[in-house]
């Protein structure tokens, strides 16, 4: 099965701040890599696709990059609605996986 | 629009089984794959199976292979996941996520999420 490990587990930013989330897969996934947010109590919210790709309405603020096996989640300019928890999910074979998250709190 | 409306809470003994449902609007069924995911109380995503609406084939995570059951119902639009023999750590929101497309199996479309309390 491929792992997934996220970096850092919780990272602290301000607001306007440039942030990258990093996703490595214990082995190559090529680019099928999705980004998801989930906000507290909420259900989570598909970010980014095919490791690059964003999805329709997601704000220019979020990008991705990688393949292979290390992937980053980068928001250019921390806005207040951006605090929350991001997963990296693998979709290159079954089973499919999560990262175990990213909390990004407010400093 | 897309939709999945899943049932609501429930509350399971230990040793119980819980049958949770997806029911489906705004596209047709058959022609994405919807994946199961569930999240415990203050914990990180973990990804069940996946089943293909259209001839019933599933994969299942190894964790959960000897006690789940995903399915689906054509005639109403409806996906169903069953998992047995509850412990107090199958406790979790349980999500049903509509994929993209063929490749494209991240989930783009969740349901709201079932509560799932096991408890003596």
């Known amino acids: 099965d491929i792992q997934m490990t996220q970096s850092p587990s919780t990272l602290s930013a301000s607001v306007g701040d440039r942030v990258t989330i990093t996703c490595r897969a214990s082995?190559?996934?090529?680019?099928?890599l999705a980004w998801y947010q989930q906000k507290p109590g909420k259900v989570p919210k598909l970010l980014i696709y095919k490791a690059s790709t964003s999805e329709s309405g997601v704000p220019s603020r979020f990008s991705g990059s990688g393949s292979g096996t290390e992937f980053t989640l980068t928001i250019s300019s921390l806005q207040p609605d951006d605090f929350a928890t991001y997963y990296c999910q693998h979709y290159i074979k079954y089973p499919y996986s999560f990262g175990q998250g990213t909390k990004l709190e407010i400093k | 629009q897309v939709q999945l409306v899943q049932s609501g809470p429930e509350v399971k003994k230990p040793g119980a089984s819980v049958k949770v449902s997806c029911k489906a609007s705004?596209?047709?069924?058959?022609?994405?794959?919807v994946n199961w995911v569930r999240q415990a109380p203050g914990q990180g995503l973990e990804w069940m199976g996946i089943?293909?609406?259209?001839?019933?084939?599933?994969s299942y995570a190894q964790k959960f292979q000897d006690r789940v059951n995903m399915t689906s119902d054509m005639s109403t639009s409806t996906l169903y996941m069953e998992l047995s023999s509850l412990t107090s750590e199958d406790t979790a929101v349980y999500y049903c996520?509509?994929?993209?497309?063929?490749?494209?199996?991240?989930?783009?479309?969740w349901g709201q999420g079932t509560l799932v309390t096991v408890s003596s």
């Open positions: 996520a509509r994929c993209d497309g063929d490749y494209a199996s991240y989930s783009v479309t």
């Open positions: 082995q190559s996934i090529s680019s099928w």
């Open positions: 089943i293909n609406p259209s001839h019933g084939g599933t």
């Open positions: 705004g596209y047709t069924f058959t022609d994405y794959n």
